[in-house]
């Protein structure tokens, strides 16, 4: 007889708990028996893509993971990675996708507190968090109702909790109109000795339960997230959480008190599936079981049955194993910070995760099935690229409009590069993170908008409750982090545009003078049970996997969010675009010899490393530009190709000249090209410059808005010593282009004798600086 | 001399408070736990900024019924300097040390950013080596910093040299234009009438001035 007509479940009730027919059979077949409804709907949050990866486990085992400064990769709540001098930073990305777009307030917060539990369960307290934001059209209403509601919502929790926010990037685009993005990334230093795992060990020690309480908030959010959206989802809204940032704080506080006992021997957050992951994972990790009896949860609600306080996602709750007859100092902690702490179960031989409730066995499954031993689903890629692509590729740039030294179709180059300024991708963030707490802790070495990438000082922190000690420390070391992808580059050549959104992450760093040392990746997409949805993953899966080896920076963690789709009125599923966002961090060796994006004097000279002004290649090209985008309506194209070994080059130029001090301002050619990184370190600085471009073989608009070519753009001071340096390593790759002018000094691109672009500083800025405003009044 | 900084549930510029009176200042600090009522080691009592008690019911408002408050509260009774930062100034006009109150910021948005403040008065120990007029950038990070008090109450602060610090640009105009929160006066610091409680800040949270640098955050103190 079939399982599934035996099944005490109805086929939509089980199709409700995320659970498809042959995994249902699958239950059944680890059980030996039907699940009860308890067990049902653990399956159903532990078997989603949020908590198993089952369509994406096969294409993340390809990415480099290892490496000199890798102390915790992929597996545990965040990766760990060795900065020197003994200092360790834990870093890891998470989205939260879906909640935000039907809460985006709550959303978003809890998106950050999620992420700061990953870091502070390894024993590390969070210094700093960036954020990778997607909307739709700033023009809709109701894309500003998201934006400004995610804002608030990443201010709110952030500002509270006490954790600077120091960067991130922020999009806009009509692909995610119905489906925003938000990632939030988040670092921390280690406090204790020894780096806190979550497997469970020690048959018969204690299982703590501490935090908050648990309600009927954010049931079953892992299986939401990992569903299609639609117009009924507003209906889900029970399935997002409410984040308390205040007891958040007293949270971080207390468990770095605890871990610092030693009395702790593992921890896990309660994130997506709550206590039901948490003891899942605990078990399965540490290849043993825990018994959990719920009556002993402290509740915020009556009338809880075992299945809501299985998929309750009550935020800002952990799970301890104690060392056995420790309990009560931990305790103790917990209560001195007005929080919850019980004993709510045990360490057992047998590994299977048993949940008792009212004095009876209320679910009783082996741990291995919920965690480890998940279904994985393996897809065929297709044999050849989709007509999307094929279609988009065969765009040429003869195909645009002829142009001259006056401009392009009856427009100057002072209103493209106008238009470009105005375009909410481009413009200024200020807006954003001006609402953010980016000083807190006072260790931001770069506020956001001052560089391509944010620098936070590192020093080792006191415990606030005990003794003290603030004596400046003896290092100097910084770390330096950024957040990047270009979503249309990935969209019309996934392969390639994984592999650009690598070297933009290391670009960055270089750019303020870090050297890259790891990824968190968080994979945005739409459904892979779509063949192009899968054939996006798989190659964005080949092309971080293959950059991150080019630049040596293991991906040491990270997260999946899949089913990134909006149901249009016909109810036509929406992808958007696939959205493979890299976090990347990096190493300071003296914060006190970064650069920012600024021109920094009259008179400095102006450089451009990469491919030089004039060169027309597979890897500079109009192809997937904004300026293409923007000022053509054209999404088409080829996007730049990553030339790996001119990349490395350029961007061990840049550092070293910074280390030097020769280089006195530094910036990367990215959306808009040449023209507008060279506009934004003029804006920067409130000074103009003047420029003089080769056009060689290239289109005017290709000469100032084409897009790849490993491009930074440098101001340097000592010019001698610096042009023999560059001349040696790359030749006619680094060029120099032009002369920083005065405070108040035009900024003029001259290409010949005949003048393009003549802008001044301050209309540039006005125009950069209000445009994401202008649009929300 | 010694510097007590209090540690209430949700204060977050506790350890920031403490980098720059240990770290900077090279004093002795003690962080004080809010349960405390003995500080009488202290010299120099501190109210750093954060969310206490999460900012519930109003800014400052159940922090003010803590024992380490009425302890301070004696502190400043004895003539003892207390500085409030931030939320520390929340609480210190919640506990009535210092007049007003602080309510949302004029755009109804949290604020970060640099601001100038313009020095009023050089006369106290919190600002006199400071020279009066002279234009001082701080960091800001606030959502509640417009300060507001009855107009008496303002008039008696402006007649008896209680404002500190006042919000200008940076060549030192007082204007709308310069004023980040919608404060009224523009002003962004005061002091008790016996010149030993002031709020440094409007939220400035002036302790975090570039310290990185090792730049001196604030003289006389």
């Known amino acids: 007889m079939n399982v599934l007509e035996s099944a005490p479940f109805s086929p939509e009730e089980i199709a409700s708990q995320g659970i498809k027919p042959n995994e249902y059979e699958e239950i059944v077949t680890r059980l030996g028996r039907h699940p009860n409804k308890a067990e049902l709907g653990m399956f159903g949050v532990m078997w989603s893509e949020h908590c198993c990866y089952k ?23 965040a990766g760990v990675v060795d900065m020197g001098d003994g200092i360790r930073l834990a870093f890891k990305i998470e ?113 703590l339960y501490v935090g908050s309480t648990t309600g009927r908030d954010g049931m079953g959010g892992a299986s939401f997230a990992s569903a299609e959206l639609s117009k009924e989802s507003i209906d889900d809204r029970p399935a997002v959480q409410v984040g308390d940032p205040f007891l958040e704080k007293s949270l971080i506080e207390a468990c770095l008190e605890a871990f610092k006992t030693g009395a702790v021997v593992a921890a896990q957050d309660m994130g997506a599936a709550g206590l039901t992951c948490s003891t899942a994972e605990m078990a399965a990790k540490g290849g043993v079981g825990i018994l959990l009896d719920l009556d002993k949860i402290p509740a915020r609600e009556t009338g809880m049955v075992p299945y809501e306080y299985l998929l309750s996602e009550s935020q800002e709750r952990m799970l301890f194993v104690a060392e056995k007859g420790r309990e009560q100092e931990l305790i103790d902690i917990f209560h001195r910070w007005e929080l919850q702490a019980v004993v709510a179960g045990e360490v057992l031989a047998e590994p299977i995760v048993r949940i008792m409730f009212q004095g009876a066995v209320a679910a009783e499954v082996p741990a291995l099935a919920l965690s480890d031993d998940t279904p994985i689903y393996k897809r065929d890629l297709m044999a050849s690229p989709p007509p999307y692509a094929t279609e988009a590729w065969a765009w040429t740039e003869d195909q645009l409009p002829a142009c001259d030294v006056q401009g392009i179709a009856g427009q100057t180059w002072n209103q493209v590069m106008t238009t470009l300024l105005d375009t909410p991708t481009i413009a200024s963030k200020r807006w954003v993170y001006s609402q953010y707490d980016h000083q807190v802790q006072n ?39 950024t957040t990047d992808c270009n979503p249309r580059y990935v969209y019309l050549n996934p392969l390639e545009g994984a592999k650009m959104a690598v070297a933009e992450a290391a670009r960055n760093l270089s750019c303020v003078g870090a050297e890259p040392i790891a990824v968190t990746d968080n994979l945005n997409f739409g459904s892979p049970e779509k063949p192009i949805g899968y054939w996006q993953l798989a190659n ?27 149901l249009d009125a016909e109810g036509n599923p929406q992808p958007i675009y696939p959205t493979p966002v890299i976090g990347m961090v990096g190493r300071v060796e003296n914060i006190r010899k970064v650069v920012g994006q600024a021109w920094a004097e009259a008179g400095d000279r102006i450089y451009l490393l990469g491919l030089p002004p004039g060169v027309v290649s597979p890897a500079l090209t109009l192809g997937a530009s904004e300026y293409l985008a923007q000022c053509h309506g054209t999404i088409a194209g080829q996007p730049p190709q990553v ?40 804006i920067a600085a409130g000074r103009g410059a003047t420029i003089t471009l080769e056009a060689g073989e290239a289109r005017l608009d290709h000469l100032l808005f084409a897009e790849g070519g490993a491009r930074i753009l440098v101001s340097v001071r000592d010019g001698a010593a610096w042009e023999a340096y560059a001349r040696a390593e790359l030749g006619d790759r680094a060029r120099f282009i032009g002369t920083v002018g005065d405070l108040g000094a035009p900024l003029t691109i001259a290409t010949g004798t005949q003048i393009l672009v003549n802008l001044p500083v301050e209309q540039m800025a006005h125009t950069w600086g209000t445009a994401i405003e202008r649009r929300l009044q | 001399m010694k510097f007590g900084v209090v540690v209430f549930p949700g204060s977050n510029c506790d350890r920031d408070m403490a980098w720059v009176t240990q770290g900077l200042l090279g004093q002795t600090t003690r962080m004080v736990w809010h349960e405390e009522s003995d500080i009488s080691d202290i010299d120099v009592m501190v109210v750093p900024g954060g969310f206490s008690y999460g900012d519930y019911l ?25 500085l409030g930062v931030c939320n ?26 640099r601001a100038s403040l313009k020095v009023e008065n050089n006369s106290s120990i919190w600002t006199r080596e400071y020279q009066s007029g002279q234009v001082i950038t701080v960091p800001i990070a606030h959502g509640e910093g417009c300060y507001y008090a009855e107009p008496d109450v303002i008039q008696q602060l402006e007649d008896q040299g209680q404002v500190l610090f006042r919000y200008c640009n940076p060549q030192g105009d007082a204007n709308q234009g310069s004023n980040p929160n919608g404060s009224l006066n523009n002003i962004a610091g005061i002091r008790n009438q016996q010149g030993n409680v002031p709020r440094h800040d409007a939220p400035p949270r002036a302790r975090r001035r570039r310290s990185h640098w090792g730049h001196r955050w604030f003289g006389g103190v």
Not at chain 1, 665 to 675: F, M, R
């Open chain 1, 55 to 77: 369509n994406s486990r096969p294409l993340l085992s390809q990415f480099p993971t290892t490496g000199p400064r890798v102390l915790v990769g992929p597996g545990e709540n």
């Open chain 1, 95 to 207: 989205s939260h996708n879906h909640p935000s777009a039907v809460e985006p307030f709550q959303g978003a917060a809890t998106g950050v507190g999620g992420i700061l539990r990953d870091i502070f369960t390894m024993g590390a307290r969070p210094i700093a968090v960036l954020n990778s934001l997607r909307f739709g059209n700033l023009d809709d209403a109701r894309t500003k109702r998201l934006f400004q509601g995610v804002v608030a919502g990443i201010s709110h929790y952030g500002n509270c909790v006490g954790v600077a926010t120091v960067g991130g990037e922020v999009y806009f685009d009509p692909a995610y109109s119905g489906n925003p993005l938000v990632n939030a990334m988040a670092m921390g230093l280690m406090e204790t000795d020894e780096i806190v795992k979550s497997g469970a060990k020690g048959i018969g020690n204690p299982v």
């Open chain 1, 443 to 481: 260790n931001t070495v770069i506020f956001p908008g001052g560089a391509d990438a944010a620098v936070v000082r590192v020093r080792p922190q006191a415990n606030a409750t005990s003794a003290t000690d603030f004596t400046l420390p003896a290092t100097e070391i910084g770390v330096a982090a």
């Open chain 1, 540 to 566: 964005a899966c080949a092309g971080i996997a293959e950059a991150c080896r080019e630049f040596a920076t293991p991906v040491t963690g990270g997260n999946v969010s899949l089913y990134n789709e909006t």
């Open chain 1, 643 to 682: 030339d790996f070994d001119l990349e490395r080059r350029v961007q061990a130029v840049c550092r070293h000249g910074i280390q030097e001090g020769w280089i006195k301002s530094a910036h990367d050619s990215s959306e808009g090209g040449l023209a507008l990184a060279i506009a934004e370190s003029c």
């Open chain 2, 58 to 82: 109003r800014c400052g408002a159940i922090a003010r019924f803590s024992p380490v408050m009425k302890a301070t509260i004696d502190h400043a009774n004895r003539g003892k300097p207390v």
């Open chain 2, 88 to 113: 520390g100034f929340q609480v210190l006009t919640e506990v009535g040390l210092l007049p007003g109150a602080l309510m949302r910021n004029r755009d109804l948005h949290f604020i970060c950013d």
